[in-house]
């Protein structure tokens, strides 16, 4: 069976233009269904042109049996509209729908954007090969676990499917059905270099954490899987050896929670010869665990911090204390390392004016190399959604485009604060953290080389374009 699987556009603001992942989901989805007889494609929409008579153009070239789309909640109107292209092509093509957004809200999904005909619920690789096989065969949805459809005058939820046990099991991610060139730099901010090729790669599924805004439970379940490191290294070898890579960003939620296993990984990176970054928790790193992975290539480390004030990080379930903080940021700078901080404004609806006071001072403290703030988004599926909703913050036809954490106009309020003033905050925040004198002479030292004088003029134009210039909406 030809399939297509595709990434739908989404809002580039500047702080993103240069810095767009690779659908590394799709990718392992594809290889997946191929490594079982089917013909799959990638179309990234991100990067590649979705206007309606290339979609078209494409659609005739390639004349997919199935369609399939993974979609954000800011992305899933913009999925829909690529929905439409295609029903329009051929009203005779199945459309799936998978991703977070589907995943926490299938009925909902199915009975607000009509050109979906089944949704895929949490991982994708076992139920979209059902939902192929059945198709090929010409045999209903029926029993096909992890999927919701339409059955006469009512949406029908399967029940769910069991996590894949084994990752080892699944094939590499199939990085050829990607148009590479596009992906410029690499997708985190700090690293620089004409030389550097840069791709993602998960060494592992889920989170153990339960913080109340993440969406992760809803895609990959409850607790964490792990890759074996042979099954890690024989990937980063192949991309490598094919296409050129040198450097990896580990998108694991917690790359660093088994210490043995991470140490086992550090000792065959050192031997790759390549560079890497990776998130992690200020809890789970000391300065034994970050000379380990300098000492193995990497480069950078990132930290969810989300607040400052004790009392909101107790409420959004962080497990966290600021002591840590203070602690795993030290560490990193006596090991080299980049740091960034992610924080969060109106992580809970009940944050005020001192508990914002409370995050500016404690990202003064920590001094990150790169600092990025986000306004709160009550993703479907979350316990903060629900949350909200019980406050009365949320109505009953939520525009999802503005749930967006960087782009968004929020189209939602908190106890103290409407949506235009968390997005004042977050600008206060990033301005008052970026334009203080320490910074500006960082920024200004790392200047003074080629390769660094390109960058950050880059990054500047765009951080500024974000702040001052882009129309939310």
């Given at each position: 069976?030809?399939?297509?699987?595709?990434?739908?556009?989404?809002?580039?603001g500047?702080?993103?233009?240069?810095?767009?992942?690779?659908?590394?989901?799709?990718?392992?989805?594809?290889?997946?269904?191929?490594?079982?007889?089917h013909?799959?494609?990638?179309?990234?929409?991100?990067?590649?042109?979705?206007?309606?008579?290339t979609?078209?153009?494409?659609?005739?070239?390639?004349?997919?049996?199935?369609?399939?789309f993974?979609?954000?909640?800011?992305?899933?109107?913009?999925?829909?509209?690529i929905?439409?292209?295609?029903?329009?092509?051929?009203?005779?093509?199945?459309?799936?729908?998978?991703?977070?957004?589907?995943?926490?809200?299938?009925?909902?999904?199915?009975?607000?954007?009509?050109?979906?005909?089944?949704?895929?619920?949490?991982?994708?690789?076992?139920?979209?090969?059902?939902?192929?096989?059945?198709?090929?065969?010409?045999?209903?949805?029926?029993?096909?676990?992890?999927?919701?459809?339409?059955?006469?005058?009512?949406?029908?939820?399967?029940?769910?499917?069991?996590?894949?046990?084994?990752?080892?099991?699944?094939p590499?991610?199939?990085?050829?059905?990607?148009?590479?060139?596009?992906?410029?730099?690499?997708?985190?901010?700090?690293?620089?270099?004409?030389?550097?090729?840069?791709?993602?790669?998960?060494?592992?599924?889920?989170c153990?954490e339960?913080?109340?805004?993440?969406?992760?439970?809803?895609t990959?379940?409850?607790?964490?899987?792990?890759?074996?490191?042979?099954?890690?290294?024989?990937?980063?070898?192949?991309?490598?050896?094919?296409?050129?890579?040198n450097?990896?960003?580990?998108?694991?939620?917690?790359?660093?929670?088994?210490?043995?296993?991470?140490?086992?990984?550090?000792?065959?990176?050192?031997?790759?010869?390549?560079?890497?970054?990776?998130?992690?928790?200020?809890?789970?790193?000391?300065?034994?665990?970050?000379?380990?992975?300098?000492?193995?290539?990497?480069?950078?480390?990132?930290?969810?911090?989300?607040?400052?004030?004790?009392?909101?990080?107790?409420l959004?379930?962080?497990?966290?204390?600021?002591?840590?903080?203070?602690?795993?940021?030290?560490?990193?700078?006596?090991?080299?390392?980049?740091?960034?901080?992610?924080?969060?404004?109106?992580?809970?609806?009940?944050?005020?004016?001192?508990?914002?006071?409370?995050?500016?001072?404690?990202?003064?403290?920590?001094?990150?190399?790169f600092?990025?703030?986000?306004?709160?988004?009550?993703?479907?599926?979350?316990?903060?959604?629900d949350?909200?909703?019980?406050?009365?913050?949320?109505?009953?036809?939520?525009?999802?485009?503005?749930?967006?954490?960087?782009?968004?106009?929020?189209?939602?309020?908190?106890?103290?604060?409407?949506?235009?003033?968390?997005?004042?905050?977050?600008?206060?925040?990033?301005?008052?953290?970026?334009?203080?004198?320490?910074?500006?002479?960082?920024?200004?030292?790392?200047?003074?080389?080629?390769?660094?004088?390109?960058?950050?003029?880059?990054?500047t134009?765009?951080?500024?374009k974000y702040?001052?210039?882009?129309?939310?909406?």
């Open positions: 069976m030809k399939i297509v699987l595709a990434r739908p556009p989404k809002t580039q500047g702080l993103e233009k240069s810095s767009v992942q690779q659908p590394i989901n799709l990718c392992s989805i594809a290889a997946y269904l191929n490594a079982n007889g013909n799959t494609e990638v179309w990234d929409f991100e990067v590649e042109d979705s206007g309606p008579e979609v078209r153009s494409r659609l005739e070239q390639s004349r997919p049996d199935l369609f399939g993974t979609a954000l909640t800011a992305t899933i109107k913009a999925a829909h509209e929905a439409c292209l295609v029903k329009v092509y051929n009203p005779e093509i199945p459309i799936m729908i998978g991703g977070p957004h589907a995943s926490a809200t299938p009925k909902q999904t199915l009975e607000e954007f009509l050109n979906f005909d089944v949704v895929v619920i949490g991982e994708g690789e076992e139920t979209a090969l059902d939902i192929a096989n059945r198709l090929e065969k010409n045999q209903p949805y029926q029993g096909i676990f992890g999927s919701a459809y339409r059955e006469k005058n009512r949406v029908v939820i399967e029940l769910a499917r069991p996590v894949i046990k084994s990752l080892d099991d699944l590499y991610p199939d990085r050829s059905l990607l148009k590479l060139s596009l992906y410029k730099g690499a997708s985190t901010p700090g690293l620089e270099g004409e030389n550097l090729q840069s791709t993602e790669l998960f060494t592992s599924r889920g153990a339960k913080c109340i805004f993440c969406t992760v439970k809803g990959f379940g409850l607790g964490v899987r792990f890759r074996s490191p042979d099954h890690v290294i024989g990937e980063i070898i192949e991309c490598k050896e094919k296409f050129g890579f450097h990896f960003t580990i998108e694991d939620d917690t790359f660093t929670y088994r210490k043995s296993r991470l140490k086992e990984l550090c000792q065959k990176f050192k031997e790759l010869n390549m560079t890497w970054d990776c998130d992690t928790r200020v809890d789970q790193v000391d300065e034994e665990t970050f000379k380990l992975m300098r000492d193995s290539g990497c480069v950078k480390v990132a930290f969810g911090i989300e607040s400052g004030s004790p009392r909101i990080l107790r959004i379930k962080k497990r966290i204390e600021l002591d840590q903080v203070r602690n795993a940021f030290k560490a990193a700078r006596k090991a080299g390392l980049i740091t960034q901080a992610f924080f969060i404004v109106g992580s809970h609806p009940t944050e005020t004016i001192e508990d914002i006071k409370l995050t500016k001072a404690i990202i003064r403290e920590i001094k990150p190399d600092l990025l703030v986000n306004v709160m988004v009550p993703f479907p599926g979350t316990e903060l959604y949350i909200m909703k019980e406050r009365g913050y949320i109505n009953g036809t939520e525009d999802w485009n503005k749930f967006d954490c960087l782009h968004g106009r929020p189209a939602w309020r908190t106890d103290m604060f409407i949506g235009d003033q968390l997005i004042e905050i977050q600008k206060n925040i990033l301005l008052s953290y970026y334009l203080t004198p320490f910074y500006l002479w960082r920024i200004f030292k790392k200047m003074l080389t080629r390769e660094g004088f390109k960058y950050y003029t880059s990054a134009l765009g951080f500024l702040l001052f210039i882009e129309d939310r909406k």
